[in-house]
């Protein structure tokens, strides 16, 4: 989270909703978030603290939010065994005025 948009940002924020915290406390529209997923396997530290064996195949979630305004908000990385992730995506058409 960019130090410049979130200046009175402290741990008791992140202990709750940090997306209530942006668009409540700071007054930032989140207007999107890109997900991308990447295979990966488990190198020797990344093994040892998932706790499974190394080459096992994982998946990189990578997770970058943005604002109405197209400033980044947030970045999140994090790997997970396939078997333990369930993805659901929504999508909704927007809507224009006909002419």
């Known amino acids: 989270m960019p130090v410049?948009?979130?200046?009175?940002?402290?741990?008791?924020?992140?202990?709750?909703?940090?997306?209530?915290?942006?668009?409540?406390?700071?007054?930032?529209?989140?207007?999107?978030n890109y997900e991308t997923l990447t295979p990966v396997l488990a190198d020797k530290q990344l093994a040892r603290s998932m706790n499974v064996p190394e080459q096992t195949p994982l998946l990189r979630i990578t997770s970058l939010s943005y604002s109405d305004s197209g400033e980044f908000l947030t970045i999140r990385s994090c790997s997970a065994t396939p078997a333990s992730i369930r993805w659901t995506i929504t999508c909704a058409a927007s809507r224009r005025k006909a002419r």
């Open 4 to 32: 410049k948009l979130f200046r009175n940002l402290s741990l008791s924020h992140l202990e709750g909703s940090k997306f209530d915290y942006i668009e409540k406390e700071c007054g930032i529209i989140i207007s999107g």
